[in-house]
């Protein structure tokens, strides 16, 4: 997982807003064009492949071993 849980939680969260947006767009009076609607769907279908895509195995801020910057700089040096 690229990200925190918390930010996956709050992608789930923006997709449901935007699903909810999606509704009203087409059920309520009055209805918003068919490209509208079309694209309101193609971008909550993007939010769903980017959180399907992140399938890197998520560990803890506690599961990376602590190094001082003088440690980092010695494992990359970004090429200095």
């Known amino acids: 997982m690229l990200h925190k849980i918390s930010d996956f939680v709050h992608k789930i969260k923006v997709m449901n807003e935007e699903a909810h947006k999606l509704y009203v767009m087409k059920y309520h ?3 918003d064009t068919q490209d509208n609607i079309d694209n309101q769907i193609q971008s909550i279908q993007a939010m769903a492949l980017l959180i399907a895509h992140d399938t890197r195995k998520y560990h803890s801020i506690d599961d990376v071993d602590y190094k001082t910057v003088q440690e980092k700089m010695r494992l990359d040096d ?3």
């Open 78 to 80: 970004g090429g200095w």
């Open 29 to 31: 009076t009055p209805k």
